[in-house]
């Protein structure tokens, strides 16, 4: 699962579902499928609250969504946002957003999606999707979530690189780096400097993100 430029978008799902092969899990898989064929690389993972999420890290984009039951958002990614280190790991991630519910999606939007955003005020939300129970087999707006999301970070990450300059130096050490690392450091990088204010990344600068970002 590659894209045809040099850095493909790795995307993880992070879902919870109370029904194992469920509605919520089809709709999941169709999502990965449907971001598989831009190129992208995908994995899926199933919530717990008190689990470790370091495990993120790995991911440019963080894509979150489960069911509505009872007017909350599906405990388990709910509970992961309150009780464990996933807030700590989603810093400077790009999200995509999505529940399922049988209610009318200005409801659905006012009432249940804040229940995830407010956990998420620092993060870029890419996309964001209220699937109603007819759509969540409807092939064409899954795809139309999936392009909305490959869009915006295609946008964002254009943005980013086209405003970012790097020393001799500091492109130096980086392509000192081994090759496995360093994308995702370059890609961390950037994001601490675009987040700080920073035009030009010199090697002080990337002794601080590194320092920011736990010494990758």
């Not at 999505?98 to 620092?122: D, N, R």
Request: one cysteine or more.
């Amino acid at each position: 699962m590659t894209q045809q430029n040099a850095a493909p978008m790795k995307a993880i799902i992070l879902y919870d579902s109370k029904t194992a092969g469920g509605s919520t899990d089809r709709l999941i898989d169709s999502i990965g499928l449907e971001l598989a064929r831009t190129g992208a690389y995908v994995e899926k993972a199933k919530c717990k609250a008190q689990a470790d999420y370091s495990f993120i890290q790995e991911f440019d984009v963080v894509i979150m969504g489960a069911p509505i039951y009872y007017l909350l958002v599906s405990s388990q990614l709910l509970g992961a946002l309150v009780q464990s280190n996933l807030k700590k790991n989603l810093k400077r991630k790009k999200i995509a957003l999505f529940l399922t519910c049988g209610s009318p999606e200005p409801m659905a939007t006012l009432l249940y999606m804040p229940q995830l955003k407010i956990h998420l005020v620092p993060n870029k939300i890419l996309t964001e999707k209220i699937f109603s129970p007819q759509q969540l087999s409807d092939p064409a707006v899954i795809k139309e979530f999936v392009d909305e999301l490959t869009e915006a970070y295609r946008k964002a990450t254009r943005k980013r690189n086209t405003s970012m300059h790097w020393s001799d130096e500091a492109r130096e050490e980086l392509n000192g780096l081994p090759s496995f690392l360093r994308g995702r450091i370059k890609t961390g990088v950037e994001e601490y400097a675009e987040e700080m204010g920073y035009s030009t990344i010199t090697p002080a600068v990337l002794n601080e993100a590194k320092a920011d970002l736990g010494g990758m």
